[in-house]
């Protein structure tokens, strides 16, 4: 069925069946809801390269891929695919190896010039991101994974990270902790710096001074988790507590408590960050993780449904969300251990 005979059989015109389809704002809900449900009732489907050529549009949003945080990476994207899928919309995915930021910003106008995307999702923005300068300037539509303080219009989406980093050590000096030790995500990214305001918030509230020597950050892997709490814990005056900025970190955490024969939730107590992976879950580790709960698959998906919403005409200027964190609480934090 062309669109011609199928804005007919609705008794609209075809730019108004066009219009609802793909989702712009002056066509009513009443409306939209009713095109939508006849296409799906008689299979009308529009014609992915006629719309395209007709619109200019690529049918593609482009995201940047470093090295760093797979695992968080590959669970935002499932989120995009769930929601993109149903609007015949790719993801164009541009792998990146950590360059200098020359490098960086030479991609990203390469990818903006080649025209192959229609918008891009910018991941762990820093407070003053060159990226969103650009893109800005390139007039290429965008959405921010994150925020970012820059003096520059933009969309994005965020999660209350300072917030839950807040709640989590507060949780651990209510509960007698008084050396409490971190590992934060990269230096420099936005969130990386909200998690450390609510960390040293907490601490501060709670009368306690932050040690320099219980604080490190990097990338979030097994791997640096072990290394920094091995750190941590054979110091001579060691933390009792661990805010670990991922699950995966948490890992890491884990093993090193037990290489040194300390048990979590006894001798040490761990709380993380929990990004809610379907292989890896805070209920199933031993003991049960303590976490700040927050989807990178519904975060996905709310970018994907953002950005779709960014092409169809809504303001930039309307889309900023902050969600908030939910705390969780379980088996690896308990109170703090008598001193020896």
Known sequence: MKLKDFAKHVGLSPTTVSRALSGYPEVSEVTRARVTEEAARLGYRPNVNAV????????????????????HF?????????RLVAEETDILVIPMSDPDQDDEMELYRRLVESRRVDAIIVHSPKPSDPRISLLHELGMPFLVHGRSDIDVPHAWLDIDNEGAIRRATSHLIDL??????????????????????????ALQSGGIE???????????????????????????????????????????????????????????????????FPYLTADNMAPSLSATRSSMRAAGTRCADLVIQLLAGRSLTEIHELWPVELILRESTGAAPSPR
Do not use: C, W
Request: aromatic share 8%; net charge positive; no cysteine.
């Open 52 to 71: 395209r050529l007709k619109t200019g549009r690529a049918g593609a949003i482009g995201v940047v891929m470093g090295r760093a945080g797979e695992f």
């Open 74 to 82: 590959a669970e935002f994207m499932a989120g995009m695919a769930e």
């Open 176 to 201: 007698g902790h008084r050396r409490i030790a971190m590992i934060n995500g990269r230096p420099g990214a936005t969130y990386a710096i909200h998690r450390d305001n609510g960390f040293r918030g």
């Open 210 to 276: 932050p040690d320099p020597q219980l604080q490190a950050s990097g990338n979030f892997t097994d791997e640096l988790g072990f290394r920094f709490a091995r750190s941590f814990l054979e110091q001579p005056n060691p933390p009792t507590a661990i805010v670990a900025g991922s699950m995966m970190t948490a890992l890491g955490v884990y093993r090193a408590a037990r290489s040194l024969g300390l048990q979590v939730g006894r001798d040490v107590s761990v709380i993380a960050h929990d990004d809610v």
